[in-house]
């Protein structure tokens, strides 16, 4: 039997899968380090906080950046499709990265972000 998005095979029966696929997009992730030059990357995601997770990742590993500054520095996400621009604190991300999820969209988002940014799943 084949498979339908958002449904799963499960002991011979179809069941509703939680986790509602959302359409990738394309998104540009600009930052500024702590010598004050901004940087930006492209990146592929499903959700802003998964594109503020591969831009850090991706700045920090990038050898012209210097350290990222915590707290109230801004994250902006601009997505390309329809190119809207979000500015993200970092107080604020972490806090959402560090909230217990609630639902389990919300738990595989908290765990495929942290696994992006290198951060031990939490339990």
Avoid at 74 to 90: G, W
Avoid at 100 to 120: D, M, Y
Wanted: proline share 5%; glycine share 8%.
């Amino acid at each position: 039997m084949p498979h339908s998005p958002g449904l799963c095979l499960v002991a011979n029966e179809r069941r509703i899968s939680y986790f509602a696929f959302m359409p990738l997009r394309s998104c540009r992730v600009t930052i500024q380090d702590m010598d004050g030059i901004t940087h930006t990357v492209e990146v592929t995601t499903e959700t802003l906080y998964e594109a503020v997770a591969q831009g850090l990742a991706a700045i920090r590993g990038n050898e012209w950046a210097a350290g990222i500054a915590e707290g109230l520095n801004a994250v902006k996400v601009s997505v390309a499709n329809v190119r809207v621009e979000h500015a993200v604190k970092m107080v604020d991300f972490k806090k959402w990265l560090e909230r217990p999820g609630g639902s389990p969209r919300e738990v595989g988002q908290h765990q495929r972000i942290r696994a992006i940014l290198g951060i031990p799943l939490s339990r």
